[in-house]
């Protein structure tokens, strides 16, 4: 009789397949960028204007004429066929979150048989793809069938590498015909210029004239998880929704917290090597890896970047990640929640603003002026943070992201900041002028005195805080794994913009009545610090005492998608995005749209599997369980007449009650499931009611079948456990 585990003996990989021969382990400092069309690179290969003009666009935003596009197309096209690239294509972010891409030949043909390699400026420039299948929500239909995606110069074209061929991809926006955003990118880069337009207020207002440029930094530490991909592929959840429906927690979790910094398994090391590899190579600079709190979880994260480049590395980063884990043997896993009951998965975002000068806006500095700067960016994002926390998050909904927030692990759903002690005490003393021990009074004088020393690492002693100031950046730590990061840089960027725009309005106004530019500033900023100081938590988030601290001061409790989703379509939301030139009422309206769509599907496909699933997986294996206890339970009791098999007959019974209740609670997510469905053509009333009525059906079913996991014999469960999934590698 052959097991249905034969997954158990088949996960030792051969060794082979995965070390690299020693000798073709590369120097990662030759390796860096080799498959980037950088600035460098068109230093050394493009015609000195062409190169002055290049840059130009990329650092200060001037615009490409086409005689000049010729010319970086061809050699852009030279030097990708020389790295052996066949293909080009527009790279772009549509609004399923993912990224995509159309290949195109270099190859045209000529006449007579033959072939030439072309590319020109215009198809550097703009490409059309068949796009008519991208999510719109209803914009391309009311406008234009069809958009087109425009090369983003500012993001370096790249080369990636297929097991049989390369690929040229060129960043591109995604816009509809008529001007509308049809992708992650556009809103990305309006917003960033809404940034730099009001930060460069605020510098100017502090006397700096020679700055021409504020930036936004980014760096977003990844984590992720890592299975034997002979584990996936028997699970069809993990196959077709990248979490698990089903699974008991193993008797070892991470209860030990003997994983979390651990030393890297061999195996996992030889993937991370390999995947830094991959990635030098595109020019992204990872440089930490460790392993996380859960088993068989781990962490990426690259040194800081401009954020377009970040944002673009960070979606690439997760897909070469995909890739190189299938050379492993491993599947890697970016669902925010792959394990239910274990620790899952985020991206922290760290952020922060630098001028071209090099000087980063949120770092305090260690002059007066620097500091009195610092305070005015510090009350530009506390306000930024508290009257628009609804759409931060927003910004970070989605299905899979609900089973993290708020689910007392990674930040609650409630949108808070964390200060750090000193830094709390120097706003609390500027918001009540009274010194304290660690506040003289002297420090008071905003632009006059220095701030105390703020400890670098103030910040480790709260990891529940959904978003922190950590010495000289703020890391946004609700974002999930596999989320695309631009949605909720757009939203920061934008919140922030606004509030410098706020912050610039008042004191010009205060300068145009000739108060002292000082004063001006101290009072704005005590101003905003006890309007804002809501906002500021330092303590537990995850306590119920929070929960009700938060109502009392009136922050948003936003649980899952369904409730947070409808801050992007707010009035204040309209008018803040209009405002900045970074969303339309039309855009925010058709982003909701697809958001709701998104969370819709996934949730009826998620469904649909608990139960298939369930009827065809689980059910069966208990029913032949339950069939040889019977058997066995007759015929001992028919050879030993006197004997009762009474723990026999309960364990029976408990089998057949969970069964029973198991089959009933399918028919109920069946039914409710069908009952959702039915509502589709009112997409809010769909929503929520897959919210409220099918997702506690599945965990219901879920709880069910996980009960039975642990008493059904071992070998009919043809699912592989936590227990395997978590700990053979
Ligand atoms: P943590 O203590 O949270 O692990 P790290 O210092 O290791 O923080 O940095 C985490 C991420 O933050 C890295 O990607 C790092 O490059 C980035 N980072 C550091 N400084 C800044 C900054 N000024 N702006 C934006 N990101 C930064
Ligand atoms: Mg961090």
Known sequence: MGSTRHHRVSINQEHSEWVRPMNTISIPNELFGTNVFSLATMRSILPRPIYDHMKSI????????????????????????????????????????????????????????????????KDLMRGEPDASSFPSGGIRSTFEARGYTGWDPTSPAFIMEGLNGKTL?????????????????????????????????????????????????????????????????????LVAVGRTLYGAKPPKGQELEDHYFGAIKERVLAYMQDLELELYKLGIPVNTRHNEVAPMQFEIAPLYEEMNLATDHNMVTMSVMKTVAHRHGFECLLHEKPFARINGSGKHNNWSLQDNEGH???????????????????????????????????????????????????????????????????VHAIITGKSSKNVPKDYLDIGVAMLPPLPAHDSDRNRTSPFAFTGNKF?????????????????????????????????????????????????????????????????????????????????????????????????????????????????LESRFHIDLEAFVKTLQI????????????????????????????????????????????SLLIEVANNLEEFLTALDIL???????????ENLRECARLFQEEVRPAMTAARDIADRLEVIVDDELWSLPKYQEMLFLS
């Open 606 to 649: 998620e469904a649909t599997l608990v139960v298939q699933m369930g009827k065809t997986q689980i059910v069966p294996a208990v029913v032949t369980y339950q069939s040889r206890l019977a058997k066995s339970i007759q015929h001992i009791t028919s050879i030993l007449s006197d004997f009762r098999a009474t723990k026999q007959t």
């Open 360 to 426: 980063n806006l949120v770092d305090p500095g260690n002059t007066p002026q620097s500091n009195a700067q610092f305070l005015v960016v510090l009350a530009a994002v506390m306000r930024a943070v508290h009257l628009h926390a609804d759409i931060l998050r927003a910004a970070i909904a989605s299905p899979a992201n609900d089973h993290r927030l708020g689910a007392n692990e990674a930040p609650p759903a409630i949108i808070s900041i964390y200060l750090g002690e000193m830094l709390n005490q120097v």
């Open 58 to 121: 990329i650092e200060e935003g001037a615009m490409l004429d086409p005689a000049t596009a010729d010319v970086i197309a061809s050699t852009m096209k030279d030097w990708a066929l020389s790295h052996g690239a066949s293909h080009y294509s527009h790279w772009f972010h549509p609004l399923t979150g993912a990224t995509a891409e159309k290949h195109q030949a270099f190859l045209t043909p000529i006449g007579g048989g033959g072939v030439i390699s072309e590319f020109s400026g």
């Open 169 to 237: 991809c060129i960043p591109s926006v995604f816009i509809g015909w008529g001007g509308h955003s049809l992708d992650k990118k556009t809103p990305l880069l309006r917003s960033l210029s809404a940034l730099n337009n009001q930060a460069l207020r605020i510098l100017r207002l502090f006397g700096n004239n020679t700055a021409n440029r504020v930036y936004a930094n980014l760096g977003c530490e990844q984590e992720y998880f890592l299975i034997d991909r002979t584990f996936f592929v028997q699970r069809p959840d």
């Open 670 to 680: 069946d039914v409710k499931l069908n009952n959702a469905i039915q509502s589709k």
């Open 475 to 587: 890391e946004f730590r609700a974002v999930g794994s596999s989320q695309s990061v631009a949605t909720a840089n757009m939203a920061l960027n934008t919140i922030v913009a606004d509030s410098f725009q706020f912050i610039a309005d008042s004191i010009e106004i205060k300068n145009a009545e000739g108060r002292d530019f000082l004063e001006s500033v101290q009072e704005i900023v005590r101003e905003l610090f006890t309007h804002h100081q809501a906002i500021i938590f330092d303590g537990d988030g995850y306590s119920i005492a929070w929960h009700e601290e938060a109502a009392r001061r009136g922050l948003p409790n936003l649980r899952n998608t369904i409730e947070a989703a409808p801050a992007f379509i707010t009035d204040k939301a309209v008018e803040l995005f209009e405002k900045h030139r970074v969303l339309t009422k039309e855009e």
